[in-house]
């Protein structure tokens, strides 16, 4: 197959949308179809690139959260649809209107992916804790993109719910974005510390501000060392609260390499995000044997994840949260035990298994009349 996907960013590694898409596309490749991308970025492989689109405010809030948008040009888009069986819309950005537009002429079946949750929006704007912000947000991604689509790729069963709610009426395909294959157990390196890792954007609805805080409610304050994978508007703000802890924080950007080598001298994995649709960062550390601890929100699929109460938490209570660091700490046996069960829960999303599903998608996807 020609598959023709819509993204406006590719290269940049800052986020979990092109990360997926990443390994989609290598994925595909490997199994023979020939994959096109739309994009803005560096010269590639069957790349047909567009300039980068700076809009004005809109551009200055999108870029601290790692998301570039891409202009608008009918010719490369034209070239870019020619002989294509399918295109796939990774985000609901004026690119991908355009483009579902015109494919839509040439009589090319389309799917779209859900892949920004409007929590994502909301925590950024100051009103997180509004559902009828969430509510607003759900309504307009239909209304403004994904009314145009009879098929919609979900990542878990979540989110499809989520769009169920509120009033999608497309076929709703779950299929999680998978964990790639290097993401096994690691042998573990032994350390003087207790590591306490968490992978993701540094953005309001991610709370790692409750980690720090639990952090030194923690009994083991004093030799616990916080590492913050990840970039984001945040990124200062939670350095100066760092500041207050016993070891400071570590904050960076890994490359899956230098991820690896982390994970082998971490202890516990937490995920505090308040919202996520499928938190691919935690399936990778998990599959790795970290066992996690996981925010208990009903916001996020994460949850899902928790193989029991051990590894969950009251969602934005740091209390809550530094008992059960301080469970885990305490009882390394059974840390042990659901380590293996937890790398073995990570091998049910590998994503192989992911990409051969989006294949049967793409065979049976229609024209929309």
């Known amino acids: 197959m020609i598959i023709a996907l819509v993204i406006d960013q590719y290269d940049a590694l800052n986020n979990g949308t092109t990360?997926?898409?990443?390994?989609?596309?290598?994925?595909?490749?490997?199994?023979?179809?020939?994959?096109?991308?739309?994009t803005s970025g560096t010269p590639g492989k069957d790349k047909y690139l567009l300039p980068v689109w700076?809009?004005?405010?809109?551009?200055w809030f999108a870029d601290k959260q790692g998301i570039t948008f891409s202009k608008i040009e009918e010719n490369t888009i034209q070239e870019f649809l020619t002989g294509a069986d399918v295109v796939h819309f990774y985000?609901?950005?004026?690119?991908?209107?355009?483009?579902?537009?015109?494919?839509?002429?040439m009589n090319?079946?389309?799917?779209?992916?859900f892949h920004v949750q409007p929590e994502n929006i909301t925590y950024n704007i100051g009103l997180g804790k509004v559902d009828l912000a969430a509510r607003f947000f759900y309504k307009f991604l239909y209304h403004y993109f994904y009314k145009s689509f009879d098929d919609i790729h979900c990542p878990t069963e979540f989110i499809a719910e989520e769009l169920r709610?509120?009033?999608?009426?497309?076929?709703?395909?779950?299929?999680?974005?998978?964990?790639?294959?290097?993401?096994?157990?690691?042998?573990?390196?032994?350390?003087?510390?207790?590591?306490i890792l968490m992978i993701g954007r540094?953005?309001?609805?991610?709370?790692?501000?409750?980690?720090?805080?639990?952090?030194?409610?923690?009994?083991y304050a004093e030799k616990i060392q916080l590492v913050f994978a990840g970039q984001g508007p945040l990124l200062e703000k939670y350095k100066q609260m760092g500041k207050t802890l016993p070891r400071e924080p570590i904050f960076g950007f890994y490359s899956t390499e230098e991820l690896l080598k982390i994970i082998q001298t971490t202890d516990i994995y937490v995920h505090a995000s308040d919202a996520e649709i499928e938190a691919i960062a935690c399936m990778e550390a998990f599959s790795c044997g970290l066992v996690p601890i996981i925010a208990n929100s009903k916001k996020s699929a994460t949850v899902h994840f928790a193989l029991d109460e051990r590894s969950?938490?009251?969602?934005?209570?740091?209390?809550?949260?530094?008992?059960?660091?301080?469970?885990?700490?305490?009882?390394?046996?059974?840390?042990?035990?659901m380590s293996k069960k937890y790398a073995a829960q990570g091998n049910e999303y590998r994503v192989s298994a992911s990409v051969k599903k989006m294949e049967e998608v793409y065979k049976n996807l229609k024209p929309r009349a």
């Open 202 to 219: 540094l953005s309001p609805e991610k709370r790692q501000d409750l980690i720090i805080e639990a952090a030194k409610k923690s009994k």
């Open 165 to 195: 709610k509120n009033g999608y009426k497309a076929r709703l395909h779950v299929i999680s974005n998978g964990v790639d294959d290097v993401f096994v157990p690691q042998e573990p390196v032994a350390h003087d510390f207790i590591r």
């Open 108 to 113: 090319i079946p389309c799917l779209a992916a």
């Open 19 to 38: 990360a997926s898409a990443r390994r989609f596309v290598e994925n595909l490749r490997a199994n023979g179809h020939t994959v096109r991308l739309l």
């Open 312 to 337: 969950l938490f009251e969602p934005g209570n740091a209390n809550s949260l530094a008992e059960k660091i301080d469970y885990w700490i305490e009882h390394p046996d059974e840390k042990n035990q």
């Open 54 to 59: 700076h809009i004005p405010i809109v551009s």
């Open 91 to 105: 985000l609901p950005f004026p690119l991908a209107r355009a483009v579902e537009k015109m494919a839509k002429k």
